[in-house]
């Protein structure tokens, strides 16, 4: 079964710029969620799609962040446009089922801008 | 919402010792606290969990406890070993409602000393 995947792994921008990550669940899990790390603080979580669905958005800092899984498969999270403080590493995780166990992360989109 | 506090921020313990890191959660409502462990540069990995209806469990050379009361959890780590070293982190959600995004712990970086 393969994991979670995130494209790109690593992506250097400048302020202004518009980047799109993108995340694969692992197949079959309706739940997906996005996670951002800036560096030296907590994972924060963003958002939680179930199927195409945004389950819960409250983590999304504002309305420069937007995400999307048209279809319920893989989902983009843009960022337009990138300020300083949007570096970070972006994590998405997927599950089968919304209220137990365990999330699979993907390895994170590392993002930084200049 | 939930605020989880993690501490230490960094653990230095010898080969072989055992290592704690403790965690305070604030929701009362929350009653499911996995732990990840995060490898340099991999995905973040959970190493085990627990519900709100036991106090401990463990697997292994890990161990968690939970003290609902005081609202707060610990992971233990029994004869540590080189590669125990990692980041550690812990997180805390409620399992059941419609939001079921984790709250994250800032990280411990555990170091094993040879």
């Known amino acids: 079964e393969a994991g979670v995947t995130q494209f790109p792994s690593h992506s250097v921008i400048e302020k202004g710029q518009t980047v799109t990550l993108r995340c694969d669940p692992i197949?079959?899990?309706?739940?997906l969620y996005w996670y951002r790390r800036v560096m030296g603080k907590e994972i924060k979580f963003l958002l939680h799609?179930?199927?195409?669905?945004?389950?819960?958005e409250s983590g999304m800092p504002n309305n420069r962040f937007l995400a999307e899984r048209t279809g319920g498969t893989y989902s983009t999270l843009k960022v337009q446009p990138a300020e300083l403080e949007d570096s970070g590493v972006y994590f998405c995780?997927?599950?089968?089922?919304?209220?137990?166990?365990?999330?699979?992360f993907g390895e994170g989109s590392r993002l930084t801008v200049l | 919402g939930e605020n989880v506090e993690q501490h230490p921020s960094t653990l230095s313990v010898q080969e072989g010792d055992s290592a704690v890191i403790k965690c305070t959660y604030s929701?009362?409502?929350?009653?499911?606290f996995p732990w990840y462990k995060q490898e340099l540069g991999k995905r973040p990995q959970l190493i085990i969990d627990?519900?709100?209806?036991?106090g401990e469990k463990k697997d292994q050379r890990i161990a968690v406890t939970l003290n609902k009361t005081a609202k707060h959890f610990s992971l233990h780590i029994t004869e540590t070993q080189p590669e125990d070293s990692a980041v550690y982190f812990c997180a805390a959600t409620y399992s059941g409602g419609g939001a079921d995004g984790l709250t994250f712990g800032k990280g411990t970086h555990l170091i094993i000393q040879p």
């Open positions: 929701d009362s409502a929350s009653n499911y």
């Open positions: 197949s079959g899990h309706d739940n």
């Open positions: 995780a997927s599950s089968r089922q919304l209220n137990t166990g365990e999330l699979f």
């Open positions: 799609f179930v199927k195409e669905s945004k389950q819960d």
């Open positions: 627990i519900r709100s209806n036991v």
